[in-house]
């Protein structure tokens, strides 16, 4: 029984740590975000779609985001990919923190296109630090990768070239609602990839190698944890 006890104290403690990585890593993405938007050199692809609906509708850019999470999540679900912890927080908290800091208005707009370029950079290089927390997690995928990945396995087309199709359908679709297009567009399209890639290898962390877990096996273990300190 006591080893029981360690076990499951382990287990709890194991599962904090993670929610504590995870969050860590959806403020970073929030942070990171604020700061390409705040480049002022043209957005990332749905940035240019959540900045083009907060305008139209006459919302904040973080509940934009929720309301594009939400629907996309609808979709994965509808294509049969499993709903991860990590992919409702992400869903959400993005939007939370992105409001936060937003509104905190502690990163300056920058006002030249040198400087705005070097501001995309270092935005791009925090959301691929923020993807190293958050993957790492092991709560699930986001739901715009879950949906790059849900959409690949339908149609068996590469996964590049989905996230591709999607990222070009987000920014036609916000630049008609009246997001930013730019430069910085183009870049982040381009660099994001090579940020994460260039994170994840000096992090030396290989999220092929990572177990992701349902929300619902989740649910189970820590109702398994709940249960045995309660018959403790």
Not at 22 to 34: A, C, E, H, K
Not at 71 to 85: A, S
């Amino acid at each position: 029984m006591n080893n029981t006890g360690t076990r499951n104290r382990g287990v709890g403690s194991t599962y904090i740590c993670r929610l504590v990585r995870l969050t860590l890593g959806l403020f970073l993405y929030s942070l990171g975000i604020v700061i390409t938007l705040k480049a002022h050199v043209g957005y990332a692809p749905w940035d240019v779609l959540h900045v083009g609906l907060a305008k139209t509708v006459g919302i904040s850019i973080g509940l934009a985001s929720i309301l594009v999470g939400v629907l996309i999540v609808l979709v994965t679900v509808l294509l049969g990919e499993k709903m991860g912890l990590g992919t409702v927080l992400n869903m959400i908290l993005i939007g939370v923190f992105l409001d936060l800091i937003l509104n905190l208005n502690i990163i300056p707009k920058m006002t030249n296109m040198a400087s705005g370029i070097a501001a995309l950079l270092v935005g791009l290089f925090v959301i691929s630090i923020a993807t190293y927390f958050y993957i790492g997690s092991a709560f699930g995928a986001g739901p715009r990768d879950s949906l790059m990945v849900a959409l690949s396995r339908k149609t068996r087309l590469p996964i590049g070239f989905c996230r591709g199709t999607t990222e070009i359908a987000a920014v036609f679709i916000g630049w008609k609602l009246g997001g930013m297009v730019g430069i910085g567009t183009l870049i982040a399209a381009f660099s994001i990839g090579f940020c994460i890639q260039l994170t994840f290898r000096i992090l030396k962390f290989d999220p092929k190698k990572v177990q992701h877990e349902s929300i619902l096996d989740t649910w189970h273990r820590i109702a398994d944890v709940v249960e045995a300190r309660g018959m403790k």
